[in-house]
């Protein structure tokens, strides 16, 4: 079974400019997440989709995050314009269906912000 | 609202070495509770986990038991290897949330 998949690995960028994340989850599974890790931190939630609608956003800087899940399978995260203080990993997750259930990461997008 | 309290680290040992990292929840209901572990330049991979009270969940000879009584789920192996390297987290997931502690950084030693 293919994991969940990410790109790109890496990415330095500086301040101002804008960067895209791509996600694709494990076949079948209905809920994805993106993460934010600082150094150093467990994994904060950005957002939550169920299939292609959000259930969770609570916490995604709505000024300069965006994220989409079109037709319900894999994922962009977007930052415009982004600040020093984005420097972090990204990490995209999926589960079978609900957040409380085992959550399978993607490798991660490391990204620096000069 | 629910919350993970681990160990804080570094924690550096040599091989062999017996291992425990603590972990302590607050929770409403009947959580279940994970620990993934993150190895350098990777994303988290989940470790074992324990969905109910007196549950030990178990992988690659690591162990931990979900005590209710305690509100604990420390995880422990008795000879580690320098392949153990890595951060591990403590989580808990419960009503459709799942939170995550801070991690522990494990240095294993030749």
């Known amino acids: 079974e293919a994991g969940v998949a990410q790109s790109p690995r890496y990415k330095i960028i500086e301040k101002r400019q804008s960067v895209a994340f791509w996600c694709n989850p494990i076949?079948?599974?209905?809920?994805l997440y993106w993460y934010q890790q600082i150094l150093g931190q467990g994994p904060k939630l950005l957002i939550q989709f169920q299939n292609n609608g959000v259930v969770d956003d609570s916490q995604l800087p709505k000024d300069r995050f965006s994220a989409e899940r079109l037709k319900g399978v894999d994922s962009t995260l977007k930052i415009q314009p982004a600040k020093l203080e984005d420097s972090a990993v990204y990490l995209c997750a999926s589960s079978i269906r609900r957040r409380q259930e085992t959550q399978y990461f993607g490798p991660g997008t490391r990204l620096l912000v000069l | 609202g629910d919350s993970v309290t681990q160990m804080e680290g570094p924690v550096t040992l040599s091989e062999e070495a017996f291992l425990t990292i603590n972990c302590t929840y607050t929770a409403t209901g009947y959580p279940s509770l994970f620990w993934y572990v993150q190895y350098p330049g990777e994303g988290l991979q989940l470790l074992l986990k324990?969905?109910?009270?007196?549950d030990k969940g178990s992988n690659k000879g690591f162990e931990a038991t979900y005590r209710k009584e305690t509100t604990s789920f420390h995880l422990e192996k008795g000879s580690v290897q320098v392949s153990d390297s890595a951060v591990y987290f403590c989580?808990?997931?419960?009503?459709?949330?799942?939170?995550f502690g801070a991690g522990t950084r494990l240095t294993v030693k030749p």
């Open positions: 076949s079948g599974h209905a809920t």
């Open positions: 324990a969905t109910k009270a007196d």
């Open positions: 989580a808990l997931g419960n009503n459709n949330d799942m939170r």
